[in-house]
């Protein structure tokens, strides 16, 4: 089956179902045409939003919404073990072994409505983690056909060497922002670069709207600024930052909110000048570029 491009801008549905908004069917088949019309094709899971419900949400309403599934692509993510009355997990741990992996993708196809998955990730690192074991279940997923490519969720760079000693590894979904920008010189986008993994990233607008320290506000006064420049929203020009960077990120948002959403597409379309990106990470750091 051929890979599929992501969307330059991946809808994150962590606050879709209980975990946030608590969209019924037909409001999840509207935000998902939604998305769609204005260009936005890949949906982010994972196994535990909503306690391991917003899949089955999803699922049932992409069951009945008549939209194509070679339209969109579906990425979804396995490994943490949330205590939650739908699983018999008594501690919060990570769970690597092959038979677990297998279940849980093939769980996630069947509560996604779906025959594939186009992204599987493992969600975060375990320091118990079996390369062997974890490469037998990932091989054994794409010869049956129900993923297509494979990454890794919060891994460094060192924990992403270790996996690639069995398997290629292409995406590593990360936190990065204006606000958490440490990847950028840590050597963990650096690495990505080099090994050519695509980065993902969640948590895109950082803290800047929900914190009001002296970084937020420095960073609003002069994004608001810049906006009447780029005749585009604060949050519109956070997301075009990133899209700066040349290991070509993608940002996941979380927002249901569709004018919001078609807002932050606008994103896609312009390109923020040198000095004003520099700029903003400056307002971010408090300090002159070294």
Request: proline letters at 4%.
């Amino acid at each position: 089956m051929t890979k599929t491009p992501f969307s330059k801008i991946i809808a994150g549905t962590m606050t879709w179902g209980i975990w946030g908004k608590k969209l019924d069917k037909n409001q999840i088949i509207d935000l998902m045409n939604s998305c769609i019309e204005i260009g936005i094709t890949t949906f982010d899971h994972a196994d535990i939003y909503g306690g391991y419900t917003t899949e089955s949400d999803f699922g049932n309403a992409f069951g009945e919404s008549q939209i194509k599934r070679e339209d969109i692509q579906l990425i979804s993510k396995c490994g943490i073990q949330l205590p939650s009355e739908n699983r018999n997990t008594k501690i919060h741990h990570y769970n690597y072994s092959k038979s677990h992996i297998i279940w849980s993708a093939e769980n996630s196809l069947k509560n996604l409505k779906t025959d594939y998955l186009d992204l599987f990730l493992l969600h975060r690192p375990s320091p118990l983690m079996q390369v062997d074991e974890i490469a037998e279940a990932i091989e054994k997923l794409k010869a049956d056909g129900k993923i297509l490519d494979v990454g890794v969720s919060n891994f460094t760079p060192s924990q992403t060497d270790l996996i690639e000693t069995k398997m290629k590894i292409n995406y590593n979904q990360i936190q990065f922002s204006i606000t958490h920008f440490e990847p950028m010189l840590n050597g963990s986008l650096d690495h990505m670069q080099l090994h050519k993994i695509k980065p993902i990233c969640w948590s895109p607008m950082g803290s800047v709207f929900k914190k009001t320290d002296e970084k937020s506000i420095r960073i609003k006064e002069l994004a608001s600024q810049l906006s009447l420049k780029y005749n585009v929203e604060t949050e519109v020009l956070l997301i075009a930052w990133i899209l700066k960077h040349p290991s070509g990120i993608l940002p996941v948002f979380g927002t249901t909110n569709k004018s919001r959403i078609a807002n932050l597409m606008k994103a896609t379309t312009i390109e923020i000048e040198l000095e004003d990106w520099f700029a903003l990470w400056t307002a971010s750091t408090g300090n002159p570029v070294p």
